[in-house]
């Protein structure tokens, strides 16, 4: 397959990627704290993901990883899997969706500072550019919705530790896929996560307070979709992506989820499965909405033509 054909569906993965996380946000609505703590939504995520990973691992051509590349193996299951969704799903909990758009929007800028001092990445004007366009289009998507409720300083660090994780995982997880399959990754990452969550002390504290009889089959699959949509597939095909486009042009794709969870707003709305959030969509937030898709095209032909050199 030709290698520009390779990076266009590299950024259409990492479209999808942002669409299952858009689609989470509106599904996975009231499942925390009513059913699941975070912890214990995070672990089911972890395992369920995890088995699935070895399942389809078993079909495929063995690959061996070598002994020199387990601690960095580890170290992007802590900063990938572990902290990453731990200090999210807490920090959502504690703090207001307006400041956590704010704050995951800086998660492109993190990829790009630590990728230039840990992979020697360029940092060009054309690349500031889309980053920048696409954070202030983000950032005013996000104040427009502001709901004024639940601010807390605790869960704004929540946030950011949070983002500041999956930075650090999308830029050292960038050398072991030069060397292995993205499914091969992707698999001991969360075997190595997976770890992390058995040693981690609150995960029994809350599993033995889950009511499981409380949680009826609309809940059970909204877990499911998380599990395997939102925890599977998305990080799989992140994976995917990082094999072709770099670590900034990848976290870009993020900008996009304030377009695509009110997009989802609309289809579930219609469909019935979600309350109505269409009133709040206004001419305002399209213009947003231009500002983002702008921004992440910006980043994404910078990724594409510094490949074509």
């Not at 051509?61 to 731990?86: H, S, W, Y």
């Not at 889950?210 to 992140?238: C, E, N, P, Q, R």
């Not at 709040?280 to 050199?309: P, Q, S």
Request: net charge positive; charged share 10%; glycine share 8%.
């Amino acid at each position: 397959m030709p290698l520009k054909h390779s990076i266009w569906r590299a950024h259409l993965a990492l479209l999808l990627v942002n669409m299952l996380y858009g689609a989470g946000h509106i599904l996975a609505k009231g499942v925390m704290p009513a059913f699941l703590t975070p912890t214990t939504f995070i672990f089911f995520r972890i395992l369920g993901a995890t088995l699935l990973f070895w399942l389809i691992k078993a079909f495929l051509p063995k690959e061996r990883i070598q002994r020199k590349d387990i601690g960095l193996f580890m170290l992007c299951a802590l900063f990938g899997v572990t902290i990453n969704q731990l200090f999210f799903f807490h920090g959502l909990s504690l703090s207001s969706s307006i400041n956590s758009g704010i704050i995951m929007t800086t998660n492109p800028i993190l990829v790009t500072i630590i990728a230039y001092f840990l992979l020697k990445e360029k940092i060009t004007t054309t690349k500031v550019t889309g980053i920048v366009l696409g954070a202030t289009g983000a950032i005013l998507l996000s104040l427009a919705g502001n709901t004024g409720k639940g601010d807390s300083t605790l869960g704004d660090l929540f946030l950011f530790i949070n983002a500041a994780s999956y930075a650090v995982y999308l830029v050292i997880a960038k050398p072991l896929m030069q060397r292995y399959s993205p499914f091969t990754v992707i698999t001991y990452v969360f075997t190595f996560g997976l770890f992390y969550m058995l040693i981690y002390p609150p995960t029994y504290i809350d599993i033995v307070q889950i009511d499981f009889s409380a949680i009826h089959s609309i809940i059970w699959a909204k877990i499911t979709y998380i599990v395997i949509g939102v925890t599977f597939f998305t990080y799989l095909l992140t994976m995917y992506g990082l094999k072709y486009v770099g670590p900034s042009v990848a976290s870009a794709y993020i900008y996009t989820q304030p377009v695509l969870v009110i997009g989802f707003a609309y289809l579930f709305s219609l469909l019935g499965v979600a309350d109505d959030y269409t009133n709040t969509i206004t001419l305002e937030k399209i213009g947003y909405m231009v500002m983002i898709f702008t921004g992440v095209w910006i980043t994404a032909y910078y990724g594409k033509k510094n490949r074509d050199k």
